[in-house]
């Protein structure tokens, strides 16, 4: 094994086409290798208010997604992370830990709290420090996120520096982000330049895990394209990329060709060879086709476990009880070090 991976995701929507290929998946692949613990974030959720049937709800989900998309609960360990107190624990240390002037630096607390921050809740402002216990509770070695969590995990770097030179020891371990891969970023069926994402209004903007086939086919029928055929290989680079001024003039027809790449798993230059000078209508039927192929049997599989909650509840204590086990050793290497008395 390579190392110990710790990921997180919020149950606060139903996840969708960017979530699978730009995480999931990658997850799912990266079993193999390493030592995976995939959390279920719950209280990261709530730092926004959450309805507590649809969190119910939406944690059963998630965790249905994972099962269905081939997370193997022998091998790895799916939780939600209110199921181990450990979290909640480690980040009281971690949040005397870290600074009032690192938080403030975060850019994603200033995007969630708007112009109104005195009417944020203090839970959405210590996030950070609930995401790196998260992870250092495990002394995960690599951290799979998107982009946008980069700043977080170096926020759980300088926490860990920190702690060690405090307490004179190597208590904590720092962990890696691991970013990317191809279709690290899907982008929004309506607007290509956009990432898709759960925040927008529109569900035509995205293909939700989900959807049954009609849905998938109408969400593709619909999915914007422009006048043109679809490019030749003129638009590659010598390494078989896009060429960044090809691609920003039609960006959601390299969406679309980035999506049937990456669910057939080829590279996108192999695609484009594929459909060069064809029209959209074709393309998009065989998408539909493909994305019908992929999807199809993960959705059945997580509306089959939703209605058995059951199977989806005793993987998720089964996961705890394991999470626990891994979790509860270092904080008591934790607590000793700050100096408390043993529990
Ligand atoms: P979120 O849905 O924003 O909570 O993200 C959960 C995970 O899915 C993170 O690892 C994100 O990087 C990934 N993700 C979300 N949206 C996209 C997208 N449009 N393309 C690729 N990855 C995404
Ligand atoms: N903040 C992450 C997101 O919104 C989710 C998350 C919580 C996470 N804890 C984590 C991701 C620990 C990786 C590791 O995507």
Wanted: aromatic share 6%.
């Amino acid at each position: 094994m390579k190392g110990r991976i710790f990921s997180g995701v919020q149950p606060t929507h139903t996840l969708h086409l960017g979530n699978y290929l730009g995480a999931v998946r990658n997850w799912v692949r990266m079993q193999k290798e390493y030592e995976c613990i995939f959390c279920v974030v719950d209280m990261h959720a709530i730092t926004v208010f959450q309805d507590p049937a649809e969190l119910r709800h939406n944690t059963r989900e998630v965790t249905a997604a994972f099962m269905a998309s081939g997370i193997d609960v022998a091998h790895s360990v799916i939780f939600a992370q209110s199921q181990n107190r450990v979290h909640a624990q480690l980040a009281w240390i971690l949040n005397c830990v870290a600074r009032v002037g690192w938080l403030n630096r975060m850019t994603q607390f200033k995007e969630k709290a708007g112009k109104d921050r005195e009417a944020a809740s203090v839970g959405l402002y210590t996030y950070p420090v609930l995401m790196a216990a998260d992870i250092l509770a495990y002394r995960a070695t690599h951290v799979p996120v998107g982009e946008d969590q980069k700043q977080h995990l170096e926020l759980a770097r300088d926490i860990v520096q920190k702690f060690n030179t405090d307490f004179g020891l190597d208590c904590l371990v720092s962990p890696e982000p691991v970013i990317g891969g191809p279709a690290a970023r899907v982008m929004s069926l309506r607007d290509g330049t956009k990432k898709m994402s759960k925040s927008d209004p529109s569900d035509y903007s995205r293909i939700n895990m989900t959807d049954d086939a009609d849905t998938i086919a109408l969400k593709l029928r619909k999915a914007k394209t422009d006048p043109e055929t679809l490019p030749g290989t003129d638009v590659l680079d010598e390494k078989g990329l896009v060429k960044a001024e090809a691609e920003a003039a039609r960006p959601e027809a390299f969406n679309l060709l980035a999506i049937y790449a990456a669910l057939s798993d080829q590279p996108v230059a192999a695609v484009i060879s594929d459909f060069a000078g064809k029209d959209f209508a074709g393309f998009k039927r065989e998408l539909t086709d493909l994305a019908v192929a992929v999807l199809g049997p993960i959705g059945a599989e997580m509306k089959r476990l939703l209605d058995h909650p059951g199977e989806i509840d005793k993987v998720l204590a089964n996961g705890a009880a394991r999470a626990r086990a891994l979790s509860e050793p270092i904080l008591k290497e934790i607590e000793e070090a700050v100096g408390f008395l043993p529990s």
